[in-house]
């Protein structure tokens, strides 16, 4: 057999893993296997900046459900994907991150570039491996690509020293990986299933609360057999929208600090909590010792350290969320909780999720009306702030995987580069960032990558001239001292598109909203949209930080 | 409370570091943490020692289980186990007392290592009983140094 070097069998270890797209950045520790990349068959995305691709590699994943491959060399540009590492990973993203290192002997000499990639991303990656060896090689990608897309999905990192990437061996294709120490728990315990069945139907006050696990798991086809069998309604989490059609009676939209009113009440109520692929995180509970008080739990999460690490759980169910819904709905029935449907019908008709609807530009009509001209067909993509929450509550999402946004970690700047990996993976769909003047700022530079590759990809920028969701806090708990949250200084943005070879579209009235979207919608192109909207909206409901979650302020009858 | 749990990991570069690593990020507290190679080269075992709630204690044993070198664990505290600590104390002495404390540690199962002019230095192997009585022990004296190996630990068959 002949012998192959490192960087060619990543290559052909990457087409066996049915890579087709990489998004990354060259650099001198690259330089073997960029060589490589120039005639392979791979497409290869040239972002501006290491984060950009790290970003785009996740949005391409979360929108295809195929785990998102990205590159940077060593030091910098390693250090620059962290970011989008650490993203990845508190949202269980599957993702392989391949950086540069310097040669084996350098290693540990503070070489040019030479960071330690595996010590700074350990507490960020499912897993990382420095490859001394070329004969390891091979091996440790199968197990990477394994250990991203298995169980809880997440970032794995491969860190390839220069002189690994030039070495020689034979390639033997390891055609399994075999972990001893690594075997996801997918099948349910029957027993489980069983009580967690006998527990929901005899259930007076039952609420579904569904996460990104829904997603990520592809359950949500057996979500809606769940709910509409049982007649239970469901809310999910930021990261559980689509997972559901919100369109559907039995959807109670998103809880949480920034939820309706509506979901939190019926989840501050009720007698039974099924919990399915989320966590339980502080934005969901709020304060933690009030959550819920009468209520049972039972978690379904592949994930056993997430049962019970916030909140006690009654009967936890590990494994794969499709897997176990597929074999609980054998066992469940129509609950009889019609009172319950009443009351949670109550609220909805006194508190829906509202904004005040005069001549005004507000960032809320702004999402509604893409909603509108996109038919809910678009694939939506956010920053982080109040962006975020209004594309979270004025867009209705009926589908999976067309809602990508930074739930865990918040990474301004997600947005984006996510949006740019998204059109990608769905090259027909339209795909819309919702940003903000701030967050736009933080990766900015990927108009380039996006334009240079014809990306028809349209970005909403909600500009208020300010870091608007930390305003809206010191507005409501710091006696509006608005310390550092003006934003002065910010660019033309319909000029800044046009020197990119981007459009520019600038919306100042209420009145131009629609025509200016559909305009944007029949652009081959990248397109900034700049709504100047009101500067001192704010998102409501919320929950202050720290109060039960039914405690809302804002959006309540 | 106080737990020992056996972690039994890959023998490979990096794996201490994820390990530690997972405790720092977490908060998690380690009173010790003892670590060598098993009967299969390819395996290492460590012994760690650690204080926190049940909660807590439940959260490092799946967090643990979670990192991809850690191949099983055992949380010896609920089993029956023998552990076993080294200690190596130097301890001032003269003259005049260097055979009271010869002596003294002699009744206690304890080992003299070197003897040098200012300063005895004593071995002893055991469980955390038997080091703390040697300690107790030695402390009139004026121990100038004391170097723990931290606990390790077997699960044992139960005795009927």
Redesign the interface.
């Known amino acids: 057999m002949s012998k192959m070097t490192g960087a060619e069998i990543l290559i052909e270890m990457l087409k066996r893993e049915k890579v087709e797209i990489i998004f990354g950045y060259p650099g001198g520790s690259l330089l073997p296997i960029f060589d490589k990349l120039y005639d392979a068959d791979l497409k290869f995305v040239l972002t501006r900046h290491e984060q950009g691709a790290a970003h785009a590699a996740d949005g391409y994943a979360r929108a295809s459900g195929k785990p998102g491959v990205c590159m940077a060399t060593s030091g910098p540009g390693a250090t620059n994907l962290v970011t989008g590492i650490a993203t990845a990973y508190m949202d269980s993203v599957p993702m392989i991150a391949i950086t540069g290192q310097v040669k084996t002997f350098l290693i540990g000499n503070d070489a040019f570039q030479e960071a330690d990639v595996t010590g700074i991303t350990r507490p960020i990656t499912k897993h990382n491996y420095l490859v001394k060896d070329v004969r390891d090689l091979a091996r440790v990608i199968k197990e990477a690509f394994h250990i991203a897309t298995t169980g809880r999905p997440g970032p794995v990192v491969i860190d390839i020293p220069v002189d690994v990437q030039i070495h020689q061996t034979e390639f033997h294709y390891p055609k399994d990986a075999v972990i001893r120490g690594y075997n996801p728990t997918y099948m349910g315990h029957i027993g489980q299933i069983k009580r967690a069945a006998k527990a929901i139907n005899t259930s007076k006050r039952p609420i579904i609360y569904a996460g990104g696990g829904i997603i990520l798991s592809g359950a949500h086809k057996e979500l809606y057999e769940f709910s509409t069998k049982t007649y239970i309604p469901v809310t999910t989490t930021l990261l559980g929208l689509g997972g559901f059609p919100e369109t559907h009676k039995l959807s109670l939209g998103m809880l949480g600090m920034h939820g309706t009113v509506y979901a939190n009440h019926a989840i501050m109520d009720s007698d039974l909590i099924i919990a399915i692929g989320s966590r339980f995180d502080d934005r969901v509970t709020g304060k933690i010792d009030e959550f819920a008080p009468h209520a049972k739990v039972i978690h379904i999460d592949i994930d056993p350290s997430s049962v019970s690490k916030n909140i006690k759980v009654d009967i936890p169910i590990v494994g794969d969320a499709k897997k176990i819904l597929n074999e609980l709905n054998k066992h469940v029935k129509k609950v009889d909780i019609q009172e319950w449907l009443d009351k949670i019908d109550t609220w909805k008709d006194k508190n829906p999720l509202r904004f005040q609807e005069d001549d005004k530009l507000r960032p809320q009509y702004v999402i509604r009306e893409i909603y509108k001209a996109t038919k809910g067909d678009a694939i939506i993509t956010t920053e982080v702030g109040q962006n975020q929450m209004w594309a979270a509550q004025y867009y209705t999402y009926t589908k999976p995987r067309t809602f990508l946004s930074s739930g865990g970690l918040g990474t301004m700047g997600y947005g984006f580069p996510a949006a740019i990996g998204a059109q990608f993976a769905h090259p027909d769909k339209v795909v819309f960032d919702i940003a903000g003047d701030g967050s736009i700022q933080m990766n900015i530079q990927e108009l380039a990558t996006s334009v240079s590759n014809k990306l028809p990809v349209k970005i909403a920028i909600m500009n208020n001239g300010c870091l608007g969701m930390v305003r809206q806090w010191q507005e409501l708990f710091y006696e509006k001292r608005y310390s550092y949250t003006r934003l002065q200084g910010c660019p033309d943005f319909v000029k800044l598109a046009e020197s990119y070879g981007a459009v520019g579209i600038r919306v100042t009235k209420k009145s131009e909203v629609r025509s200016a979207i559909e305009r944007a919608l029949s652009i081959k192109n990248t397109v900034i949209m700049d709504f100047r909207v009101e500067k001192e909206e704010n998102v409501f409901p919320m929950v202050p930080a720290g109060q039960a979650i039914n405690r809302m302020i804002g959006g309540m009858a | 409370m106080r737990r020992i749990i056996g972690v039994l990991?890959?023998n490979k570069f990096?794996v201490l570091?994820?390990v530690s690593?997972?405790f720092s990020?977490r908060g998690f507290n380690i009173t010790s943490l003892a670590v060598g190679e098993t009967e299969d080269p390819t395996v290492s075992r460590m012994t760690i020692v650690v204080e926190g709630d049940e909660?807590t204690l439940?959260?490092i044993k799946?967090?643990l289980?979670?990192?991809?070198?850690?191949?099983?664990i055992h949380d010896l505290t609920e089993r029956n186990f023998i552990d076993r600590e080294l200690v190596i104390v130097k301890v001032k002495v003269t003259s005049k007392n260097r055979q009271e404390v010869i002596k003294a540690i002699e009744t206690v199962g304890a080992k003299v290592a070197h003897i040098g002019v200012e300063a005895v230095t004593i071995e002893s192997a055991g469980d955390r009983n038997n080091i703390d009585t040697l300690l107790e022990l030695l402390k009139p004296f004026g121990i100038k140094e004391v170097v723990r190996t931290g606990r390790i630990a077997i699960a044992v068959e139960d005795n009927k």
């Open positions: 990991v890959e990096g570091a994820h690593g997972l990020a909660r439940e959260q799946k967090q289980n979670k990192l991809i070198d850690v191949i099983r």
